[in-house]
C-alpha cells in the first residue's frame, strides 16, 4: 500500500523565546515492511543543528528555536510503500540489546492493579505469541478508549485504575504487562491510515512484543490487531519518551499552545 502522509506541528508561545532546543522523530525509515518514497521536514522559527539515529536507531533530528521567535511551525510530508506481514516485524536489530526491552520504566512500570490483571489471565508462558493475543484483549477490556483523560505523563497504572485511556496508555500497560512476564516489549509511534478518514487529531502508538521464533509483533491494543498494511513505523522505545515525535525544552516565552494538522491517506501507485 501507498500512504501519503502530511504532518504539521505548531508551537505558539505566549513571549519570545530565550533559548530552545527540540528533538524530533518524525522520519520514517525504509525498514521492518516499509520503503519510504519520499520525505521532507520544513521548519519556520526553528534551525537544523544535527542530525543522527539515536540509540533506538530512530532517525532524529536535533533543532535549535530561534531565539526572539513566539512560534515553531514543523511541516512533514512524505510517502512510504507498506506491506502487511500480520503484525511480524522479524528480528532484533539497532544499538539497543533485547534485554533492555525488559526493564521497566516509570510509565510502565506495575503496581498492585497491573499485576492483578496479569494474574487473572492465568497466562501460559510457553505458549507466549498466544498469551500476548489474549493480555492484548484484555487490556482493550479493563480500559476504554477515551480522548482527553490522560497526558503523556500518565502511567500504565494510573491509567489501568482510571479505566479510560488512548493509545498511548494501551500501549504502556500492555508493555508493562509483557515484561512482567519475562517477555521483551516496546512503544512504536506512528501512523495508521483509517478508513473513510483522512484528516486526523494526532497519530498513533502501538505495543510490540519479542516473541521466539518469530522475532518483533505488533499488537495494537486500541484497535483490537496485530498491525497491517496501514500502519507506518516512525520510532520505538522502552516507552512514549524514547518514542516520542517531539521533546525538548525552552527558555522563556510563557504559556505554550500547540495545535496539529494531519493527514494520512492511501495513494494510487501512479501518483
Given at each position: 500500500m501507498r500512504i501519503r502522509v502530511s504532518?504539521?506541528?505548531?508551537?505558539?508561545?505566549?513571549?519570545p523565546v530565550v533559548h530552545g532546543l527540540q528533538r524530533l522523530r518524525l522520519m520514517p525509515k525504509s525498514t521492518h515492511g516499509q520503503v519510504v518514497?519520499?520525505?521532507?521536514?520544513?521548519?519556520?522559527?526553528?534551525r537544523v543543528e544535527a542530525q543522527y539515529d539515536d540509540h533506538n536507531h530512530n532517525h532524529t533530528t536535533l533543532v535549535s528555536i530561534v531565539p526572539g521567535t513566539s512560534a515553531i511551525t514543523v511541516t512533514c510530508a512524505g510517502t512510504v510503500q507498506t506491506r502487511d506481514s500480520a503484525g511480524?516485524?522479524?528480528?532484533?536489530?539497532?544499538?539497543?540489546?533485547?534485554?533492555?526491552?525488559?526493564?521497566?520504566?516509570?510509565?510502565t512500570r506495575p503496581g498492585a492493579r497491573l499485576r492483578a490483571l496479569v494474574a487473572s489471565l492465568e497466562l501460559d508462558r510457553k505458549a507466549t505469541l498466544a498469551s500476548l493475543h489474549r493480555l492484548k484483549d484484555a487490556v482493550h477490556e479493563a480500559v476504554r478508549y477515551e480522548t482527553g483523560?490522560?497526558?503523556?505523563?500518565?502511567?500504565?497504572?494510573e491509567a489501568l485504575a482510571a479505566g479510560?485511556?488512548?493509545c498511548q496508555d494501551h500501549a504502556h500497560i500492555f508493555i508493562g504487562a509483557a515484561r512482567h512476564l519475562g517477555v521483551p516489549a516496546r512503544y512504536?509511534?506512528?501512523?495508521?491510515?483509517?478508513e473513510g478518514r483522512v484528516e486526523q487529531d494526532a497519530g498513533h502508538a502501538w505495543a510490540e512484543a519479542h516473541v521466539a521464533g518469530l522475532g518483533w509483533v505488533g499488537f495494537d491494543v486500541s484497535n483490537r490487531i496485530c498491525p497491517d498494511d496501514r500502519y507506518v513505523r516512525v520510532a520505538t522505545?522502552?516507552?512514549y519518551g524514547e518514542a516520542a515525535p517531539v521533546t525538548g525544552m525552552t527558555v522563556g516565552g510563557g504559556q505554550t499552545d500547540l495545535s496539529v494538522s494531519l493527514a494520512v491517506e492511501q495513494q494510487s501507485s501512479e501518483q
Open positions: 504532518h504539521t506541528t505548531r508551537y505558539q508561545f505566549d513571549g518514497d519520499d520525505w521532507s521536514m520544513e521548519l519556520d522559527g526553528a511480524v516485524i522479524g528480528h532484533h536489530s539497532g544499538h539497543m540489546p533485547l534485554w533492555c526491552f525488559l526493564n521497566q520504566t516509570g510509565l483523560r490522560t497526558d503523556s505523563t500518565t502511567t500504565a497504572e479510560h485511556g488512548v512504536v509511534s506512528g501512523y495508521l491510515l483509517m522505545g522502552c516507552d
